[in-house]
């Protein structure tokens, strides 16, 4: 956040500095009336604001500056430097008008979009930041701070791809901005791209970021090493043997609400939308509900296990138990290793009468009943 209001004042005293006394306030007899003491005064202010900006003294520059926009409302630049210390200040009471008058005078100031837009991100209205910012890319697509504001959206939406891809040009641009750095490499570490989030990280470290946080958090969701040891007991696993006569264990049950609620308490995990109903009275103990590809991948990962194959699937579903979860009894659906239809489909199994279903969705999205169950690699049996 320090670096982030640094980049903003700095930004802020570049735009007032270049505004220029004789351009905020005319001095050309010919077009100005005004006498030489107004002019001396609003001079004044000018300096009084950069003063109080370059000390990041925010409140006192917000009066200064708010003061001269009241004597030429219509001065684009001046309100875009009001826009831009509310956002410094994260006002979203006062900011989001000031930028709206800014875009109202300009409709193609992209830095006014970005800075609304982050302004509605901080006040975790994501649907208008997310408007604000795509109307900033419309006016231009390489917009360093559009693209970082729309990317923490995205992160904050869970939409990760789509993050990354934004997220990605602006790093390009500037690989030294702490914001872009850790938001890029925390929508790839859940998307589990663990070798690119690993280059963010090493290239922001070099840069000067303090990247201790991110590299502990990416060793936790990419490899499973958390303070809660490996499960390797096959107590209430089910053991078999595909068709290929490779052998396996195979959990009994999927993972229930509180157990995957537990890898999501130590962030190795990401948070299903069902969270609340998995974490409460019967959800407990039912199936985990919507649980995408990687949160299923994530969660074996930190079990010290794996997710089964089909083969081991179709080896086994007569001896697993089919639990139904919700007041409906949905049988849910599990993931399972194979590759999907597509990158972005994964394939699922569930118990269908006395048969084993296959079938594939979003691995993103998953379905509200996708749950998880894990297995492990055996011997080979006698």
């Given at each position: 956040?320090?670096?982030?209001?640094?980049?903003?004042?700095?930004?802020?005293?570049?735009?007032?500095?270049?505004?220029?006394?004789?351009?905020?306030?005319?001095?050309?007899?010919?077009?100005?009336?005004?006498?030489?003491?107004?002019?001396?005064?609003?001079?004044?202010?000018?300096?009084?604001?950069?003063?109080?900006?370059?000390?990041?003294?925010?409140?006192?520059?917000?009066?200064?500056?708010?003061?001269?926009?009241?004597?030429?409302?219509?001065?684009?630049?001046?309100?875009?430097?009001?826009?831009?210390?509310?956002?410094?200040?994260?006002?979203?009471?006062?900011?989001?008008?000031?930028?709206?008058?800014?875009?109202?005078?300009?409709?193609?100031n992209s830095d006014a979009y970005a800075y609304l837009g982050r302004l509605y991100l901080h006040a975790d209205k994501l649907g208008k930041a997310r408007k604000?910012?795509?109307?900033?890319?419309?006016?231009?697509?390489?917009?360093?701070?559009?693209?970082?504001?729309?990317?923490?959206?995205?992160?904050?939406?869970?939409?990760?791809?789509?993050?990354?891809?934004?997220?990605?040009?602006?790093?390009?641009?500037?690989?030294?901005?702490?914001?872009?750095?850790?938001?890029?490499?925390?929508?790839?570490?859940?998307?589990?791209?663990?070798?690119?989030?690993?280059?963010?990280?090493?290239?922001?470290?070099?840069?000067?970021?303090?990247?201790?946080?991110?590299?502990?958090?990416?060793?936790?969701?990419?490899?499973?090493?958390?303070?809660?040891?490996?499960?390797?007991?096959?107590?209430?696993?089910?053991?078999?043997?595909?068709?290929?006569?490779?052998?396996?264990?195979?959990?009994?049950?999927?993972?229930?609400?509180?157990?995957?609620?537990?890898?999501?308490?130590?962030?190795?995990?990401?948070?299903?939308?069902?969270?609340?109903?998995?974490?409460?009275?019967?959800?407990?103990?039912?199936?985990?509900?919507?649980v995408n590809f990687f949160g299923a991948e994530a969660y074996c990962r930190w079990k010290g296990k794996r997710l089964p194959t089909l083969a081991e699937y179709?080896?086994?579903y007569s001896d697993l138990e089919w639990r139904g979860c919700c007041v409906r009894g949905v049988i849910p659906r599990e993931w399972t290793s194979d590759a999907?239809?597509?990158?972005?489909?994964?394939?699922?199994?569930?118990?269908?009468?006395?048969?084993?279903?296959?079938?594939?969705?979003?691995?993103?999205?998953?379905?509200?009943?996708?749950?998880?169950?894990?297995?492990?690699?055996?011997?080979?049996?006698?």
């Amino acid at each position: 956040m320090k670096r982030t209001m640094t980049v903003l004042w700095v930004a802020v005293v570049l735009v007032l500095s270049g505004l220029g006394c004789n351009r905020l306030f005319p001095g050309d007899a010919a077009q100005d009336t005004e006498t030489s003491a107004d002019s001396e005064v609003k001079t004044s202010l000018h300096q009084q604001a950069m003063e109080a900006i370059t000390a990041q003294k925010y409140d006192d520059a917000v009066a200064l500056v708010k003061e001269m926009a009241a004597a030429k409302p219509d001065d684009v630049d001046t309100s875009l430097v009001l826009c831009q210390l509310y956002a410094v200040l994260n006002n979203t009471t006062d900011g989001p008008a000031a930028c709206e008058k800014v875009i109202s005078l300009d409709n193609s100031n992209s830095d006014a979009y970005a800075y609304l837009g982050r302004l509605y991100l901080h006040a975790d209205k994501l649907g208008k930041a997310r408007k604000q910012l795509k109307d900033s890319m419309a006016v231009n697509d390489k917009h360093v701070p559009t693209l970082s504001g729309l990317g923490a959206v995205f992160l904050q939406m869970k939409k990760y791809d789509k993050a990354v891809e934004v997220l990605t040009v602006a790093h390009q641009e500037n690989a030294a901005d702490k914001a872009i750095s850790m938001n890029l490499a925390l929508s790839l570490i859940q998307l589990l791209r663990c070798d690119e989030a690993a280059d963010v990280i090493e290239s922001a470290g070099t840069a000067g970021v303090n990247v201790d946080t991110l590299s502990r958090l990416k060793e936790k969701r990419c490899t499973g090493e958390v303070a809660a040891a490996p499960a390797t007991s096959t107590e209430d696993m089910v053991q078999g043997t595909d068709a290929s006569g490779k052998a396996f264990f195979i959990d009994k049950r999927s993972a229930n609400g509180a157990e995957f609620s537990d890898c999501v308490d130590e962030k190795v995990c990401e948070k299903p939308s069902y969270d609340e109903y998995n974490r409460k009275g019967e959800g407990r103990d039912e199936p985990a509900m919507s649980v995408n590809f990687f949160g299923a991948e994530a969660y074996c990962r930190w079990k010290g296990k794996r997710l089964p194959t089909l083969a081991e699937y179709q080896a086994a579903y007569s001896d697993l138990e089919w639990r139904g979860c919700c007041v409906r009894g949905v049988i849910p659906r599990e993931w399972t290793s194979d590759a999907g239809p597509s990158d972005e489909k994964g394939s699922q199994v569930r118990k269908n009468g006395d048969k084993l279903e296959e079938m594939s969705t979003k691995k993103k999205v998953g379905v509200d009943s996708s749950t998880v169950r894990c297995a492990l690699d055996a011997p080979p049996a006698e």
